[in-house]
């Protein structure tokens, strides 16, 4: 029913910035929470950032100060702005919406991931 595209991943430095997309489409009307989860090598997948169709916003302690999450709800695109980037952030970034006011990841609809490098 959901759909969701990702855009912006890429090999960065360490301090350096990216800005991630993702783009729903379908029933887009039952989406509320959207956000991002990642996933590193060896490692299980975490929450990152989420935000609601009303602008609350949350963060993982280890992005806090550094990531910003963002929404267009008219065009149902939530951004990520990732500031002073860390090796540690390197991982598989995926997108996540559902109707609740928190993201789930059991019952989430998925993006494909895009990846995110930081070499040091």
């Known amino acids: 029913q959901v759909q969701l595209v990702e855009s912006g991943g890429g090999l960065v430095q360490a301090g350096g910035s990216l800005r991630l997309s993702c783009a729903a489409s379908?029933?887009?009307?039952?989406?509320?929470?959207m956000g991002w989860y990642r996933q590193a090598p060896g490692k299980l997948r975490e929450l990152v950032a989420a935000?609601?169709?009303?602008?609350?916003?949350n963060y993982a302690d280890s992005v806090q100060g550094r990531f910003t999450i963002s929404r267009d709800n008219a065009k149902m695109t939530v951004y990520l702005q990732m500031n002073s980037l860390k090796p540690e952030d390197t991982g598989v970034y995926y997108c996540?919406?559902?109707?609740?006011?928190?993201?789930?990841?059991?019952?989430?609809?998925w993006g494909q991931g895009t990846q995110v490098t930081v070499s040091s």
């Open positions: 935000i609601t169709s009303g602008g609350s916003t």
């Open positions: 996540n919406a559902g109707p609740g006011a928190t993201l789930s990841f059991l019952f989430g609809s």
């Open positions: 379908g029933s887009i009307f039952s989406i509320n929470a």
